[in-house]
């Protein structure tokens, strides 16, 4: 979520300064993987829990893939004519969008089942509902329709926002996630998975600043005594906002020892994601030699706008710093829709990107606010509804974006 959505960020620092020096108990945490042993720390014990960027942790990840498609064959009696691929991108509130162009899209009647779900931030809170079909919109219009800030966060006060982790508690996030995510809903994730359907959420690793992709299928159908639990948290990781919402914490073992991991936002490295480019090099070689392959759809939901959004910056510190990574972020959005628009070309991918038009003049005025939300859900309902919501590139290339759905 851009930082510029906490419009009282830098008043209440500036007011805290000051009492900096003042005694507080500081946060704690157990001891850190030992930076040559990332890749070896589990969290639960399975082989397939989770992947990293890794030479060894891309190739996992593409066997995932691999085994998932047999799977998926076998489930439809051999029978498969394409793939269809979602991922849907962070924005905090601005979710509000996606959610309302899923719910429109199954009113519609032609929206597919998705063999594969990514999601970050925001859109790992959507992805669940989108991985398991319409029979889950309700749940998923709730979320972004009927919560307030009051079911995602609690101010910690002055002194927490120097102290302290984060300036606010996300107990409140992790309640609003466990009653949505239940044991109904895991069992549901378990069946897909063995189904051959994958639900990929990725989040930060601060220590080893890297990526993490949990493989949340694998994890619900493991059976093992915490897996509901540590799906919940991955959830809280992926949209854990840094320096506004607190990290989460994993417990890992390597080679029988106990460390920790801290976890942030899945948009501290990318705010969308397909697959990795080297999970399509078997497609792509295909391609080189003239081989049939399988028809693909990717479907890209971009909780944002994709032009540039104009502010008054305060001449203050905070003022120029928040403006200043909001933009960042703003930047790393374009580039990921352009860079899923050129792996799409590579492995000659259908593309289609929404994203939320200059139409849409709703002001932002404070976190989590009932009335912009659901206006950016009917926002995404009416754009779904009319159609041309899909667009077949990013705006941002020389060649005009063409409406196509």
């Known amino acids: 979520m851009p930082s510029h959505r906490f419009p009282h960020l830098s008043r209440r620092l500036a007011l805290a300064l000051p009492l900096a020096g003042a005694a507080c108990a500081l946060p704690v945490r157990e001891p850190p993987v030992p930076r040559t042993q990332t890749a070896a720390a589990t969290v639960l014990g399975l082989p397939n829990e989770r992947f990293l960027p890794t030479r060894d942790g891309i190739a996992a990840l593409d066997h995932e893939f691999a085994a998932a498609i047999e799977r998926r064959r076998a489930a439809r009696g051999g029978r498969m004519s394409e793939l269809n691929l979602l991922a849907v991108s962070g924005g905090g509130e601005n979710g509000a969008f996606g959610a309302g162009l899923l719910t429109a899209w199954t009113a519609r009647g032609d929206r597919p089942a998705f063999d594969l779900v990514t999601g970050v931030s925001t859109g790992a809170l959507t992805a669940p509902f989108a991985f398991l079909g319409p029979e889950w919109d309700p749940g998923l219009r709730d979320v972004y329709t009927n919560i307030t800030l009051a079911d995602v966060a609690a101010s910690r006060g002055l002194l927490a926002a120097l102290l302290d982790d984060a300036l606010a508690d996300t107990a409140p996030l992790f309640r609003t996630i466990s009653r949505h995510l239940d044991e109904r809903m895991m069992e549901a994730l378990a069946r897909a998975y063995r189904e051959g359907r994958l639900l990929l959420i990725g989040s930060t690793n601060l220590d080893a600043q890297i990526p993490v992709i949990w493989n949340v299928g694998a994890i619900a159908a493991s059976g093992h005594p915490r897996a509901l639990d540590t799906i919940r948290r991955v959830l809280l990781a992926s949209a854990a906002i840094p320096g506004a919402f607190p990290p989460v914490l994993f417990d890992v073992t390597v080679g029988g020892q106990s460390h920790q991991e801290l976890h942030v936002d899945g948009g501290a490295v990318a705010q969308a994601f397909l697959y990795p480019s080297a999970v399509s090099a078997d497609r792509r070689e295909r391609i080189r030699r003239g081989q049939p392959v399988m028809p693909m759809r990717a479907w890209i939901i971009r909780n944002a706008r994709l032009d ?44 289609n990107l929404a994203f939320i038009g200059t139409d849409f003049e709703v002001p932002y005025e404070r976190p989590f606010d009932q009335g912009y939300m659901r206006a950016l859900f009917a926002y995404g309902e009416q754009r779904m509804r009319a159609g041309g919501a899909w667009v077949d590139r990013p705006p941002a290339l020389a060649t005009p974006a063409l409406p196509i759905r």
């Not at 305060?314 to 050129?342: F, H, K, Y």
């Open 308 to 351: 540039p959004e104009w502010a008054a910056v305060e001449r203050r510190t905070m003022g120029v710093a928040g403006r200043a990574i909001s933009t960042m972020i703003a930047s790393s959005g374009q580039n990921d829709v352009l860079r899923m628009w050129v792996l799409a070309q590579a492995d000659r991918m259908d593309y």
